[in-house]
């Protein structure tokens, strides 16, 4: 964890820590998936703060030109699973660790290839650059904080896969289609702080 001081925060972002740090996170369905991941989810300390998102690059053999937090698979070299994160954020896009200030992680979640993933949320410097690693990454967007929490931007979708069904959540921002795992972490996370029981 960065003991990186970070410029003061405007009041949703304060309410948005306190709420974070306050309310539990929802409970969720088991994980069986034995491989451990992790992504960051990155919140940039703008005077209106925005989540950092990656388009993937199209030749990527899994997940590719899908919106994404950056991230992937954990190493046995890592610390631990908020350690993932860190170093997936700094291949990927060029974060430093010490520019990430993390706030806790939420419940993991099993993905359609084949990982527990565990979401770390941390907030990030606002002067912090962001260079995407060109193998991995075709491009880098900010969604306003505000627009990526409201609730009702997630579209529900249920779906059958190997006989089960599955919730699927939906969205857009501009011209980018935000889905599957990276759409879940994000609804997860705007239910957290929301006001709803």
């Known amino acids: 964890m960065s003991e990186t001081a970070l410029p003061p925060t405007d009041g949703m972002l304060n309410d948005f820590i306190t709420r974070f740090q306050l309310q539990l996170p929802r409970s969720l369905r088991p994980v069986y998936q034995p491989r451990r991941a992790a992504v960051l989810v990155p919140i940039i300390c703008r005077p209106s703060p925005t989540l950092l998102l990656t388009r993937r690059a199209a030749d990527l053999r899994k997940h590719a030109g899908q919106v994404a937090f950056p991230g992937g698979a954990a190493d046995k070299e890592d610390a631990s699973i908020i ?3 860190l170093r997936e954020a700094q291949e ?11 706030l806790g992680v939420l419940p993991p979640q099993d993905s359609v290839s084949g990982f527990q993933v565990t979401p770390v949320v941390g907030l990030i410097d606002a002067g912090t650059h962001f260079h995407p690693n060109e193998d991995e990454v075709a491009d880098l967007f900010e969604m306003p904080l505000d627009e990526a929490f409201a609730l009702t931007r997630y579209y529900p979708l249920d779906i ?5 069904r599955h919730r699927v959540y939906l969205s857009w921002y501009q011209q980018q289609f935000v889905w599957g795992l990276t759409a879940a972490i ?3 996370l705007a239910l957290q702080i929301s006001n709803r029981p």
């Open 83 to 85: 350690a993932t994160a």
């Open 92 to 102: 990927e896009v060029a974060i430093p660790p010490e520019n990430v200030q993390v």
């Open 160 to 164: 059958e896969r190997h006989q089960q």
């Open 186 to 188: 994000i609804h997860q």
